[in-house]
């Protein structure tokens, strides 16, 4: 989860022990300085000094844990990560979950605003419309602006994170926006900016915060209008050499009278989603994914969801996943394999991805592995994004902070 890094100067080597400690403390509240010590390789000395630095930028805090029985000597102490310490920026490009929010140090949201029809067909109108927004949601919210520590960028593209770009996004129909959109973000609120595209943000916040904490390897389904996964191995993403895993999309799939962004007809795209449904419902009155009809699709697949006369259907869709799932499976061995999005949490599809699992690939009781649904939004993704990158990281701006 730390970057990798030649860079080994001692100052360099000081963020990466902060983050290691602090992501460390956030995934095992009441760990001892000693066990920290211990699980990390450092001398107690080296532990505590670094242990002291944490606490005295009020990110991290000492508290008497409870023992089960009378003990006898001191009480035992415990670190934990101080709620209200820092605070993390989100931003969520998406036709469901378009919002700008704030989270505290644990991931709990303080602050959300949901935006209306925010404008997408243009990268740079569109990054200044979510940085206004959040910039007026952080002062809105009384937060101290020192104690933001990031702003993390969910959207539906291929991203490099690390040169802060936007590759391309057949979602939005926006080409290489060669940093334009982190740009916008970082000029209005002043603070770094890390964008990654939703089942990404999803997979860390859940690796991080939610259903895959307690593993290391899983994939990630995200499935609403179209389809994406995230693959995590070994702790880590799994991007591919030139950022493009995770495009189970275009798995080839059933012949639909539907034409896929990338041309085809007959992507995983146009079956086992929400764009896939939509047409078989009869609420389509064209074939080509269109790019200014993303809220049409949104409202409309809401809406069909919550119809129980589209049921059939949503089970029909949920069925067409299954095969792409047995592959994933069979490749990658994950031990979990997480639906998320509007489509792979709503309980018809979840159920017909199971059973059509259990009776046409014999993943039984005993599979090994398990299939659950998210326990976030794209919504909640954004900041939790933020948080894991400039907060449990050796991203971390201690100097600010300190
Ligand atoms: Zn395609």
């Not at 929010?101 to 949201?109: E, L």
């Not at 991007?239 to 995770?246: D, P, Q």
């Not at 080509?288 to 129980?308: K, V």
Request: proline share 3%; hydrophobic share 40%; glycine share 8%.
């Amino acid at each position: 989860m730390i970057n990798k890094s030649t860079d080994n100067t001692p100052a360099s080597l000081r963020k990466a022990h902060r983050g290691l400690f602090l992501s460390d403390i956030q995934m095992s509240p009441g760990i001892s300085r000693a066990e920290l010590a211990r699980r990390q390789g450092f001398s107690e000395m080296a532990a505590t000094r670094i242990v002291r630095e944490l606490v005295a930028a009020g990110i991290v805090e000492e508290f008497s844990v409870d023992t089960p029985k009378k003990s006898v000597g001191r009480p035992k102490t415990g670190l934990r990560i101080v709620k209200d310490g820092i605070f993390a920026g989100g931003i969520t490009v998406s036709a469901y979950h378009s919002e700008v929010s704030i989270c505290d140090a644990n991931g709990s949201p303080v602050a959300r605003a949901h935006l209306d029809d925010p404008p997408l067909a243009d990268v740079a109108k569109t990054a200044k419309f979510y940085a206004r927004a959040l910039h007026d949601l952080i002062i809105a919210s009384g937060i101290d602006q020192d104690r933001m520590v990031g702003v993390g960028v969910s959207l539906s593209a291929r991203t490099q994170p690390e040169e802060g770009r936007i590759v391309k996004s057949e979602y939005f129909g926006w080409g290489g926006d060669d940093g334009r959109f982190c740009r916008e973000i970082r000029a209005l609120t002043n603070l770094p900016v890390e964008v990654e595209n939703i089942s990404n943000s999803l997979a860390i916040a859940e690796m991080r915060f939610g259903a895959a904490r307690d593993i290391s390897d899983f994939t990630l389904i995200h499935a609403a209008t179209f389809v994406g996964a995230s693959v995590v191995s070994d702790h880590r993403l799994v991007r591919g050499a030139s950022e493009v895993s995770g495009l189970i999309g275009h798995f080839r799939a059933q012949t639909r009278p539907l034409e896929c962004v990338c041309g085809r007809n007959d992507c995983l795209n146009l079956s086992a989603t929400g764009f896939g449904l939509l047409s078989q419902l009869g609420k389509l009155d064209h074939q080509r994914f269109d790019h200014s009809r993303l809220s049409y699709y949104a409202t409309s697949l809401l809406a069909a969801l919550e119809d129980p006369e589209a049921a059939p259907l949503v089970q029909q869709a949920g069925a067409q996943l299954a095969p792409a799932l047995d592959c994933i499976v069979k490749l990658l061995g994950p031990q979990r394999v997480i639906l998320s999005g509007h489509l792979g949490t709503n309980e018809t599809y979840y159920s017909a991805v199971e059973t059509a699992l259990r009776n046409d690939f014999d993943y039984g009781a005993d599979s090994d592995f398990e299939l659950t649904k998210g326990t976030f939004s794209s919504g909640d993704a954004a900041a939790l994004l933020a948080l894991h990158v400039f907060c449990y990281s050796n991203r971390l701006d201690y100097q600010r902070l300190a």
